[in-house]
């Protein structure tokens, strides 16, 4: 007779063990606080991040250093072997367009100057998809300094992402977005980008802002 109520008071733990588990996990994930900016092609926001070092927010970069800055970068989409021995024969594609620069870079400016410590800035860049009334063309990523460096990192560079309620198994809520995808990134001149401290790839910013034009490569000045 006690036989079962053990087991139900051992399954009880376990599911409120892997329940707690979960809320944990979750809670570790960035969050927004706050809407920098949104419109039909551009929406910037502050996302909390939980587990890195403060950033060194907020900071100030104009639109033009911002623009500077986002156009030195270049891009591969990760990939496992042996396909990446073919993706590594194409060179890397420039992450943002001008038109894309002249859109976001002011937005990610005012970001820069919202932001407080714990936070980075994210934006998605918007444009209509290959099925305009089902989904959309999206670059997004997010930004932050941490002095000396800048980082960037990319979740979609033009992946079509769902717009609207179309998901088969629960019509009351809209699909949900693609996982972010993996990008392998680069920048130019190439003395400027590598590991900071902790071993993350970064932009020494202030060096390159300070850069004579005349010691950057030919495409730059």
């Given at each position: 007779m006690h036989q079962p109520s053990r087991v139900f008071r051992l399954g009880f733990v376990m599911t409120g063990m892997a329940v707690i588990g979960?809320?944990?996990s979750c809670a570790r994930l960035p969050y927004t606080t706050k809407v920098v900016h949104e419109?039909?092609?551009v929406v910037v926001t502050l996302q909390q991040e939980l587990d890195r070092p403060a950033f060194s927010h907020p900071a100030q970069l104009s639109r033009a250093e911002l623009t500077s800055i986002l156009e030195g970068f270049s891009f591969r989409p990760e990939?496992?072997?042996?396909?990446?021995?073919?993706?590594?024969?194409n060179p890397p594609k420039p992450v943002f367009r001008q038109d894309e620069l002249e859109a976001l870079t002011g937005r990610l400016s005012d970001g820069l100057q919202a932001a407080g410590p714990g936070e980075r800035v994210h934006f998605e860049l918007r444009a209509p998809g290959m099925n305009p009334s089902a989904r959309r063309d999206v670059v997004g990523g997010w930004i932050a300094v941490r002095e000396p460096y800048f980082?960037?990192?990319?979740?979609?560079?033009h992946v079509q992402v769902p717009t609207h309620?179309?998901?088969p198994?629960?019509?009351?809520?809209?699909t949900p977005p693609p996982p972010p995808a993996g990008y392998l990134l680069y920048f130019e001149p190439g003395r400027f980008w590598g590991p900071d401290r902790q071993g993350v790839s970064a932009l020494e910013y202030?060096?390159?802002?300070?850069a004579p034009k005349s010691a950057l490569s030919p495409?730059?000045?």
């Amino acid at each position: 007779m006690h036989q079962p109520s053990r087991v139900f008071r051992l399954g009880f733990v376990m599911t409120g063990m892997a329940v707690i588990g979960l809320s944990v996990s979750c809670a570790r994930l960035p969050y927004t606080t706050k809407v920098v900016h949104e419109d039909a092609r551009v929406v910037v926001t502050l996302q909390q991040e939980l587990d890195r070092p403060a950033f060194s927010h907020p900071a100030q970069l104009s639109r033009a250093e911002l623009t500077s800055i986002l156009e030195g970068f270049s891009f591969r989409p990760e990939q496992r072997m042996p396909l990446r021995w073919f993706a590594e024969e194409n060179p890397p594609k420039p992450v943002f367009r001008q038109d894309e620069l002249e859109a976001l870079t002011g937005r990610l400016s005012d970001g820069l100057q919202a932001a407080g410590p714990g936070e980075r800035v994210h934006f998605e860049l918007r444009a209509p998809g290959m099925n305009p009334s089902a989904r959309r063309d999206v670059v997004g990523g997010w930004i932050a300094v941490r002095e000396p460096y800048f980082y960037l990192t990319l979740e979609y560079v033009h992946v079509q992402v769902p717009t609207h309620k179309s998901d088969p198994y629960d019509y009351n809520y809209p699909t949900p977005p693609p996982p972010p995808a993996g990008y392998l990134l680069y920048f130019e001149p190439g003395r400027f980008w590598g590991p900071d401290r902790q071993g993350v790839s970064a932009l020494e910013y202030r060096e390159f802002l300070k850069a004579p034009k005349s010691a950057l490569s030919p495409e730059r000045r």
